[in-house]
């Protein structure tokens, strides 16, 4: 399990509709802000990236510091964004796939309107779950 | 790309110049001081060479021009590497400078997109950054590792006033003095030496110097020795303007720059420098590349010497390596190579420097002399870009330097950040501004804070400049850079940085993102006492529900610190604290509908105009029948919503807050406009109209509205809430009109914490409303416009007593009072009930009566007063009162009205009273007042009963009647039992008088009581009477009385139960009903109840007489005769009586048979307990199983017995009769039998053979429950026949 992570669901219109520290270090109070400036500078770069490849996970497309921004495009350009302190790059992609599915699950819903904020406990339990598992 | 024409090209053509160190006494400064200058200040003007255009060769054989050139003067004792904390010093201050400049522009709105996306690169880069970078190379000149900043000629300077000039020439160069540099053995101490005298004209005439040059001549040569004068100019003013012009643009301001020098001087001093240049510098450069290129040929060039070189480093491999490099003089082969180069460099030789520095950084690298090789490998990469050629080689020698500097450890790190800029600034020329950006961000890593802050900006400058623009990346790196600006103190670099970067955070959605920008600007702002425009960013974050409550108190608590130090009070337009649901936003206006509590609001119109139909009369007449809608009276009515001059219109809104800490919130009050009515027909016309305008007003309404409050045609009223943490709270705000007219709901004021005063307009949100459809937008501009008009005094009406919680079965006589507050005199009060099983008005005698004392039993009461209440029974849902009955301005008028609680549940009771006003004139006709009460029954007493016949008799029943005590702590106290019914009479039964003694039934307890119940058989059968018999059950309290269950309310209440019940239960109608009044002990549920008891009165109605057959038959008879057997036979008649009970047409057989079937008995038995399990409630148990188990077992026996020998007795006449019987009729038969002997026999061998014949609709319901046709075994019944005596 890597000491930081944040998850970030970021919507086609640079929204965050889903946000989670899944780190096993406790959140700082100080880093809250600093991830989500990381995460939202690294916007920029996915800009470019995804559409020079064909893939949905993009590897690492940012850095800062030691910190590392992974991100995964699914085809309705929302955007999946870690934020990892680890190199677990097979697991990260695992993550990816599964979140995917989750986030498939949530949009299936009838009642979700795309792009608009996930508060399903549901979804947030089985997140975490899956950074457990994974990350 | 020309190199020449970029920034980088030009900066290395200014950085990387010869330097000429200057030696002077202190008689030549002192001169050069009446000008304010220095000697190298006074210089300095006229070392640049622009349009320079010398032919430089150098070791090719074509010459070259050099077309710009500049020299370096510098003092020796500055020659040496500068103090790391001066330096830093040194920059801050040049920061800070900067930053007061930018002060004005803190104060205009942060940039937007479009302008900062328009910017040049000059914009993003200022003229102080330019500065900062090249003061920040400069403090890194001298360097041991390099020569380019070795001097390259010494210019020594002697006053024409000095003591032996010769001498001091001498002196001067004295190597004590001399920076280390030179006595340290890295530089060679034989450098050019140029010698020069200066005279001050203002001592003394120029012979004296022109002797001492002439001397000067002698001794060091005619060449290098120079004369110069300056000081020339008198006290004349004319010439000061244009002498001190070239030191202006240097930088050096004063009154009395150049106050000594004429125009004379300074083109002396000019053509010196020209001399000095071209005539000594570059030839003495020339010579000297041509030298060393000649040793380092001989030496290191060659395959030969190639080898011998590895070889001899191979050797050096093993020596412990020295890390400052220091094993390097300056006659060691490296360094000559590294002079070469540089050499070459400065003389623009680019491609000679760059095959000495690729020599030599092999050479440095073999050796792991690291910063060396960093140095010289930067120098190569400067050469690559200057040649513009191979730009993946510049840049590999660029990182290749640059990570090799920061290898080398703290001494190379700012030698790193050196060469970070050199190589930011080639990819930057290259544009190549994203990696540019990411060198700047590797810069800023090593360097302390501020430096680090500068570099970040400059990074973010130049993801600004890529292509296409990272914006999102411009704004992380300016909000670093303003982090390390504020942390090395540098406020308003910090605030600028930040505001620059506001734009791309403006979508709102990253919410950590946007407190920590808006926060930290309003915090600086704060700081710099700017405190209207601090507060403004401080807004933004109020409504900081996300982030931990220390964080929330810290945002709230600087808000205000920052709200209380502006000193005056403060405006905010929606201020987002508390968080104002506007959905939630519900206007209650009172036209002719008006409303006891604000609660019956809520209950939907359709209710209430279904409730209040017949009583409200029609208003229009409908034109013809394609009107559905009834046109109403005026056409504003549609558009508008109506409210009453003097009557508050009130507003419900929801509060929410969304930090952790309570928030106070204070004087909330309403924004409304009331125009009077002479306008209101134009109002109506231009509200559309002036929508478009209302947003820019809206301001100023709001502020005169306010204004007018104190003296103004509507009162408003004010409302203080305190908020606690995440608490949501509805308020309800009024405003009173009180002249007729048109008033506009215009939003919503409020003050938090007693500092700020923030407004929200509800009409913004009607707008957003628009887009979902014209219907609710519609209903928003209505309900926001009201038209005031002058209506019919409101009354005001309470039901007093009346309970929340009550026990089904509660019976109450409950108070209306109404109440009119205005002096006119209202009339033709009408009343409706929705629910009149609850709730019934009494008369208007019941008032003085005592409850329940005014239920009991009268004798001298005449029965005619309760069939008269009787008959009218529609009337207990719609009441006109007596047309007498006027409300008098300021009186309250009171009406008894009776309660009882039929059924347990959940009830809401809906009543509505009419009125109108008497007299007067008034835009409406009458008002209604609705009220509306909700009540929760609970359940007390079930009562059930069980009628069966009474076998033995005719017209007689077992009442069975089961009490269950459904309450958990309540006792009840059983008072009286009443049947209804004119011809029945209820009693006890004889034997168990001890049962029905026991008059308390505790909570959970069930209780089984019998009763007699006779059927009279006088008189015809009245439905509609309430009669009956009652019985008292309490008997021990021998003052309580019957309660009268023929009058009102118990008869009314009685057959509204009657009819409830009577839509449950189908089937058999018309059977008894049943009431049983009880008391309450004790009551906890109402404590303002007091000592009263609660009376309970129970209906069960439609209770049936359980039976198995529509039949009902009894055999009567003589029981003993004495008969003399020896004369004859016995011969008895007996009679059977036979009912029909059913309503219908019944056919019956009897049939008697002196053998009987076992067969048939023991099957009909068991039919007869199958059938008796079927009823509901309870049944006969002892009874039938008795007679089946024992007929069973006896009956078998006997059979036997009797079937051998004759039976003793016989029955006469037909085996079987047949006959018809009319529903409810009685027939009897005749029988006889004959007894042959004496004994006791049981006569019970007979059956009745039932069948229903269909006849009409009454049969339908018969055959559903019972079969149509079965068998009846006879009764048992005994005689004893005896022998005459």
């Known amino acids: 399990m890597a000491s930081t992570a944040c998850f970030v669901i970021v919507s086609r219109n640079d929204i965050p509709i889903y946000e989670a520290e899944v780190g096993s270090v406790l959140k700082k109070e100080e880093a809250a802000h600093l991830h989500q400036f990381i995460l939202h500078a690294a916007l920029d770069i996915v800009q470019d990236l995804a559409w020079t490849t064909s893939a949905m996970f993009l590897k690492s497309v940012d850095r800062f510091n030691d910190l590392v921004v992974s991100v995964y495009v699914t085809a309705g350009h929302t955007r999946l964004m870690l934020l990892h302190d680890s190199r677990n790059e097979d697991g990260i992609k695992s993550f990816f796939q599964d979140v995917h599915e989750l986030y498939l699950k949530i949009l299936l819903n009838p009642l979700y309107l795309p792009g608009s904020r996930i508060t399903s406990s549901h979804f947030d339990t089985k997140v975490r779950a899956l950074a457990r598992k994974y990350l | ?1285």
Not at chain 2, 236 to 250: A, E, I, L, R
Not at chain 2, 581 to 597: P, Q
Not at chain 2, 884 to 902: A, C, K, Q
Not at chain 2, 992 to 1010: D, K, P, R, V
Request: net charge negative; proline share 4%; aromatic share 10%.
């Open chain 2, 1 to 1285: 790309m020309d190199p020449l024409k970029t920034y980088l090209g030009r900066l290395v053509l200014e950085e990387l110049t010869p330097v000429v160190m200057v030696l002077t006494t202190p008689l030549v400064e002192d001169s050069c001081r009446k000008n304010g200058l220095g000697f190298v200040d006074m210089l300095l003007p006229f070392s640049v060479f622009k349009k320079f255009d010398v032919p430089v060769r150098t070791v090719n054989d074509q010459p070259y021009r050099l077309q710009m050139f500049k020299l370096r003067m510098v003092y020796a004792s500055d020659v040496r590497q500068p103090n790391y904390e001066a330096a830093k010093e040194h920059l801050k201050q040049v920061v800070h400078d900067s930053g007061e400049k930018a002060l004005s522009d803190l104060l205009s709105d942060p940039p937007q997109l479009e302008t900062v996306l328009s910017n040049s690169e000059s914009d993003l880069c200022p003229q102080w950054i330019q500065t900062f970078n090249k003061e920040l190379i400069r403090t890194l000149s001298f360097s041991e590792h390099e020569t380019f900043d070795h001097p390259v000629a010494c210019l020594l300077v002697v006053s024409s006033k000095d003591e032996q000039p010769i001498n001091k020439f001498v002196d001067i160069f004295n190597t004590n003095q001399l920076p280390s540099l030179l006595n340290d053995g890295l530089m060679d101490p034989k450098i050019l030496k140029h010698y020069v005298l200066l005279h001050d004209n203002q001592d003394s005439s120029p012979e004296k110097a022109t002797h001492i040059l002439a001397e000067m001549r002698n001794t060091f040569g005619p060449n290098d020795c120079k004369l110069l004068c300056i000081n020339s100019a008198t006290e004349d003013v004319n010439n000061k303007g244009f002498s001190s012009v070239p030191y202006k643009t240097h930088g050096f301001l004063g009154e009395d720059i150049a106050r000594c020098l004429n125009l004379e001087d300074l083109k002396s001093i000019k053509d010196f420098m020209q001399d000095l240049n071209s005539n000594h510098i570059i030839p003495f450069m020339e010579q000297k590349i041509r030298i060393l290129n000649q040793q380092v040929a001989t030496t290191r060039k060659g395959f030969r010497n190639q080898i011998k070189n590895l070889w001899w480093r191979k050797g050096k491999d093993d020596l412990p390596e020295d890390p400052s490099g220091s094993t390097y003089t300056f006659s060691s082969i490296e360094t000559q190579i590294r002079i070469l180069g540089d050499y070459a460099f400065i003389l623009q030789d680019y491609e000679l420097a760059l095959s000495n520095y690729r020599l030599l950084s092999t050479d440095y690298k073999l050796d792991k002399a690291w910063k060396r090789y960093a140095g010289v490998q930067e120098m190569s990469g400067l050469c690559y870009f200057m040649l513009d050629q191979s730009r993946k080689e510049a840049e590999y020698c660029m990182e290749n330097a640059f990570s090799t500097y920061l290898r080398v450890g703290s001494s190379g790190q700012r030698y790193a950040s050196r060469c970070g800029l050199w190589w930011a600034e080639m990819l930057k020329a290259r544009a190549q501004y994203r990696e540019a950006s990411g060198v700047y961000f590797r810069i800023s890593i090593e360097e302390p804070s501020l430096h680090a802050a500068v570099m970040l900006e400059q990074a973010a400058g130049c993801y600004l400049l890529s292509k296409p623009p990272l914006l999102r990346k411009y704004g992380f790196h300016l909000i670093l850079a303003g982090n390390r600006y504020y942390i090395s103190d540098q406020i308003k670099h910090a605030i600028r940085a930040y505001r620059n970067a506001l734009f791309v955070y403006s979508e709102n959605a990253w919410s950590y993102i946007n407190d920590h920008v808006h926060f930290n600007v309003g915090r600086w702002y704060g700081f710099l006492g700017m405190f209207d425009v601090a507060i403004n960013h401080m807004l933004e974050v109020l409504a900081c529900g996300h982030q931990s409550l220390a964080t929330q108190s810290t945002f709230l608590n600087d808000f205000f610190h920052f709200v209380q130090r502006l000193g005056k009070s403060f405006d905010v337009c929606k201020l987002q604290l508390p968080v104002i649901n506007l959905f939630s936003l519900k206007i209650v206006y009172e036209d002719h509908r008006t409303y006891a509590s604000t609660a019956d609001v809520d209950v939907t119109e359709s209710l209430w105009q279904a409730l209040e139909e017949e009583m409200v009369p029609v208003s229009t007449v409908r034109a013809n029948w394609l009107d559905s809608q009834p046109k109403s009276s005026s056409r504003k009515d549609d558009d508008f919503s109506i409210c009453v001059a003097g009557e508050a219109v009130k507003v419900e809104v929801e509060l929410k807050n969304p930090l952790q800490i309570s928030i106070s919130v204070s004087s909330i009050s309403l924004i409304c406009e009331l125009s009077a009515s002479s306008e209101a027909s134009t109002i109506d016309r231009s509200v559309s109209s002036a929508e478009v305008q209302e947003d820019t007003n809206l301001m100023k309404t709001s502020f005169c509205s306010d204004q007018k409050g104190e003296n103004s045609s509507f009162t408003l009223s004010k409302i203080d809430v305190e908020l606690g943490g995440g608490e949501t709270k509805r308020v309800q705000l009024e405003v009173t009109p009180k002249v007729e007219g048109v008033l506009k709901l215009v939003g919503l004021r409020w003050t938090l914490s007693d500092s700020v005063v923030g407004y929200q307009h509800f009409e913004t949100d009607a707008k957003k409303k628009h887009k979902k459809g014209k219907r609710s937008k519609h209903s928003w501009k209505s309900s926001l416009n009201l038209i005031v008009i002058k209506g019919i005094p409101k009354l005001e009406g309470r039901v007093d007593g009346f309970p929340t919680k009550t026990f089904a079965g509660d019976l109450r006589l409950l108070m209306l009072s109404l109440r009119n507050h205005s002096e006119y005199s209202l009339k033709n009060i009408r009343m409706k009930v929705s629910h009149p099983r609850f709730l019934i008005p009494a008369n208007s005698a019941d008032i003085h009566e005592d409850f329940p004392q005014c239920l009991e039993k009268q004798r001298q009461m005449e029965n005619k007063d309760a069939s008269g209440n009787a008959k009218n029974l529609s009337r207990s849902a719609f009441f006109s009162f007596p047309n007498d009955v006027t409300i008098r301005g300021g009186e309250t008028f009171s009406w008894p009205l009776w309660f009882h609680s039929g059924s347990s549940g959940n009830i809401s009771l809906y009543m509505s009273i009419y009125y109108e006003m008497e007299g007067g004139s008034s835009d409406m006709t009458y008002r209604t007042l609705r009220m509306n009460y909700n009540l929760e029954v609970l359940p007390s007493l079930d009562i059930s009963f069980l009628i069966s016949p009474w076998p033995s008799r005719l017209q007689e029943y077992f009442v069975r009647m089961d009490v269950v005590n459904r309450t958990i702590s309540e006792t009840f106290l059983l008072h009286q039992l009443s049947c209804v019914g004119n011809q029945l009479v209820i009693s006890a039964l004889p034997s168990c008088n001890s049962i029905c003694s026991m008059q308390e039934i505790f909570a959970g307890q069930t209780l089984s009581c019998f009763f007699k119940l006779k059927v009279l058989m006088t008189g015809e059968k009245n439905e509609e009477s309430v009669q009956g018999s009652d019985m008292l059950l309490s008997s021990a309290i021998s003052n309580d009385m019957l309660l009268d269950v023929s009058r009102s309310p118990l008869s009314d209440f009685h057959y509204q139960e009657r009819y409830h019940q009577g839509k449950l239960v189908k089937g058999y109608q018309s059977l008894l009903d049943f009431i049983m009044i009880s008391k309450m002990v004790s009551s906890n549920l109402d404590s303002e109840e007091g000592p009263n008891q609660l009376l309970l009165s129970n209906h069960a109605c439609h209770c049936s007489i359980s039976r198995t057959s529509p039949i009902w038959w009894l055999m009567d008879g003589p029981r003993t005769i004495y008969h003399e057997f020896s004369s004859s036979f016995c011969e008895i008649d007996l009679q059977l009586t036979i009912h029909n009970c059913s309503n219908s047409l019944v056919s019956i057989r009897v049939a008697t048979f002196d053998s009987m079937l076992e067969t048939t008995q023991s099957s009909d038995a068991v039919h007869l307990s199958d059938n008796s399990n079927d009823q509901g409630g309870w049944y006969d148990v002892s009874l039938t199983n008795d007679i089946k188990l024992i007929s069973n077992v006896q009956g078998s026996r006997s059979q036997k017995r009797l079937s051998e020998s004759t039976p003793p007795f016989v029955w006469s006449a037909l085996s079987s009769t047949q006959l018809a019987m009319e529903p409810a009729s009685t027939a009897k038969l005749p029988l006889k039998i004959f007894v042959f002997s004496p004994g006791t026999y049981n006569l019970s061998n007979y059956e009745l053979h039932w069948k229903i014949q269909p006849q009409g609709e009454g049969i339908t319901d018969e055959v559903k429950n019972k079969s149509s046709s079965g068998l009846g075994q006879g009764h048992p019944f005994y005689l004893t026949v005896l022998q005459a005596p």
